[in-house]
């Protein structure tokens, strides 16, 4: 073997380790002597829980026996104490579930078929975390660049997103009637992590989302709806808690479902899609998949005009693909369900809305300061006198107080109070 290794590679790729995964990546693609190049993956939104790179293996005797691979680690020792944990889980989505779904998905063909990147190596022992998947951009597969400039997602593009997260969501209806037994076990396995006690206390993700939640009510300038705010702040984590909860109908959701952890690649009959990133996968309602994805992804005004032709188009996936497998998703979820879960979890759009808009509507220099400074997930800049994070807040704060769902969070805290 001889390494000839980019040596202008961030300083945080130059451990060991790491040079011994490519290397171990390199032999599973069966290229024994070769060459590296490493160049950093960064984008607006990325890199806040793991180090990404994209690397390019060539064979030193043959540079056209190449391959390229995403690297995604935890080294910075900061990084490592806070995201061990959704580390973990996202390597424990790529050995337990998408295996299942991929086996499952072998009776229909592959133009059908969900897509997800395969896992070339992994590992979760301390210090040396790290996830390599094939590069999904050499199948054509491209990030969308509209959050970075601030462009809004046309109809199509969210209908496309929405009725692929519904065959994601139908793989787990799927998997419980054809394997129940191995899949009853990844239901246990995949507990909500995010806003578990143990994790939040551990991460110091607690103190995050209180601060996020903080910088919105700033921009609230009615000093009554700001006390009614202030009140649903009190229990946050309470709230959160209790809409990613199992509920009577449950799939596997992404968990973080929003345009940056998707890819796209244009083909003559339409966009494909690829889900990325599952440190957040849990076993809850799809209805917070799809409204996190909402809610994050498109404005007030989108939404009450397209809302129910974007529902009607999800459940019609959700059903589609479903009977591909000869499963009628109806009986099992008619829509009538979807629908009222939906309503049901719509103070969840709001709260992650209200959490979460803070990262969506940063700035490109927000961003680039975030990654220049030491890493901490509370030192993140305010977006506070950024225009559209102001539009954005004040617009779901409205649009919240007029579907019911800031009463319907009142009533959550009442019920809490009275228990």
């Known amino acids: 073997m001889s390494l000839d290794v980019n040596i202008s590679e961030p300083e945080e790729f130059s451990c060991q380790e790491l040079h011994t995964s490519i290397e171990q990546a390199a032999l599973i693609k069966g290229i024994k002597d070769f060459k590296y190049h490493v160049d950093t993956l960064s984008g607006k ?16 005797e043959d540079e056209t026996n190449s391959v390229n691979v995403i690297v995604k680690t935890l080294i910075n020792t900061a990084r490592q104490e806070t995201f061990n944990e959704l580390h973990k889980r996202e390597v424990s989505v790529y050995k337990k579930v998408l295996p299942m779904f991929k086996r499952i998905q072998e009776v229909i063909t592959n133009d059908d ?53 519904a065959k994601f969501h139908a793989l787990s209806l799927i998997c419980e ?12 396995k995949f507990k909500d992590l995010m806003f578990d006690n143990r994790f939040l206390n551990k991460s110091n993700l607690r103190k995050y989302f209180v601060d996020s939640y903080e910088m919105s009510l700033k921009v609230i300038e009615d000093m009554e709806l700001k006390k009614l705010l202030e009140q649903i702040g009190t229990r946050l984590i309470d709230l959160l808690r209790l809409f990613t909860s199992p509920k009577k ?24 899609l690829c889900f990325l990133d599952f440190q957040a996968l849990r076993n809850a309602s799809p209805a917070t998949d799809v409204l996190h994805f909402l809610f994050l992804c498109t404005n007030s005004n989108f939404r009450s005009q397209h809302l129910e032709n974007l529902l009607d188009a999800y459940y019609e ?24 879960d939906i309503r049901e979890s719509l103070p969840f759009g709001f709260l992650i809305a209200f959490i979460e808009l803070r990262i969506v509507t940063c700035t490109a220099e927000d961003i680039d300061f975030m ?49």
Request: overall charge negative; glycine content about 4%.
């Open 317 to 340: 996936s959700f059903q589609a693909f479903s009977n591909l497998f000869n499963v009628d998703a109806s009986l099992i979820y008619p829509q009538e369900d979807f629908y009222r």
């Open 177 to 188: 009637i054809k394997e129940p037994e191995e899949f009853k076990k990844l239901q246990k």
């Open 249 to 272: 109908f449950n799939v596997l959701c992404h968990g973080d479902c929003w345009v940056n952890n998707v890819l796209f690649k244009k083909t003559e009959s339409g966009d494909q």
């Open 45 to 60: 939104g990325d890199n806040y829980i793991a180090n990404l790179f994209r690397v390019t293996i060539k064979d030193t």
């Open 371 to 419: 990654r220049g400074s030491s890493f901490s997930m509370n030192t993140l800049v305010s977006p506070s006198g950024n225009e559209l994070f102001k539009i954005r807040i004040k617009d779901v704060v409205r649009e919240s107080s007029n579907n019911g769902a800031l009463k319907k969070l009142i009533d959550e805290i009442n019920r809490f109070s009275y228990y």
């Open 113 to 165: 078929k969900v897509i997800f990147p395969d896992c070339l190596l992994s590992s979760t022992e301390d210090e040396q975390e790290i996830l390599i998947l094939e590069d999904m951009q050499d199948k054509g597969f491209v990030m969308s660049d509209k959050v970075a400039k601030f462009e809004s997602l046309t109809f199509n593009e969210v209908e496309s997103i929405l009725k692929e997260l």
